[in-house]
């Protein structure tokens, strides 16, 4: 796709430095691979975009602050992520059970 010219990438990771940075300390408790940090930077620099992803971690992550980060993602992904972001773990169901013995 990138070698037809349907998709291009105008991002420079040199000249994004500062920015990617500030990123990272953000989100120190949280530690974030370099590629979240350049897709939050994409997002901050193109403001239409949204991200194709299936990180959880892009359901916390904002751009220019506190502006959420448009996600493209299985809708039970961001479900498992609200769930897990606003209940408590004694509050939610049991999924997991010991395996059988045989």
Wanted: with cysteine; net charge neutral.
């Amino acid at each position: 796709m990138v070698e037809r010219g349907l998709v291009s990438l105008d991002f420079v990771l040199a000249a994004e430095l500062f920015s990617v940075r500030r990123l990272v300390t953000r989100y120190r408790d949280r530690p974030m691979s370099l590629a979240d940090t350049c897709l939050v930077r994409m997002a901050e620099l193109y403001d239409e975009a949204a991200v194709l992803t299936l990180d959880a971690d892009f359901t916390i992550y904002r751009k220019n602050g506190r502006q959420i980060i448009p996600v493209v993602a299985p809708s039970s992904l961001l479900f498992t992520c609200h769930v897990s972001s606003f209940s408590s773990p004694s509050s939610l169901p049991s999924s997991t059970s010991s395996p059988s013995p045989h």
